[in-house]
């Protein structure tokens, strides 16, 4: 399970260490590979989790920001400035269609 090469017997890069260690070097090994796959396990499910708090949340929020922010830039007003959007002037409401 996990990359016990070193304690392998007759591994070319096998290290010198005593039966009872080896064995327990390779047991501590393997259970810490099953601990951290369990973890990822978790990782996964907050990461996905969170990437859908972003989507629900975070995103719509700053979205509707960013074209508020737009609208009020390209509608404001300023000596010199002639206005893209004919008519609007100070006069413009954005709305939700729902």
């Not at 508020?68 to 413009?92: D, H, I, M, Q, T």
Request: proline letters at 5%; aromatic letters at 14%; one cysteine or more.
């Amino acid at each position: 399970m996990a990359d016990t090469f070193h304690l392998q017997q007759g591994s070319p890069d096998e290290i010198n260490v005593s039966y009872r260690t080896r064995i327990e070097g390779i047991q501590n090994a393997n259970n810490m590979m099953l601990v951290l796959e369990e973890s990822l396990g978790v990782f996964n499910e907050l990461q996905r989790e969170l990437e859908m708090l972003m989507w629900r949340d975070s995103y719509p929020r700053f979205f509707k920001h960013y074209l508020a922010y737009n609208v009020a830039r390209s509608l404001e007003w300023y000596p010199g400035k002639s206005y893209p959007f004919k008519g609007l002037g100070e006069c413009f409401c954005v709305t939700d269609p729902k």
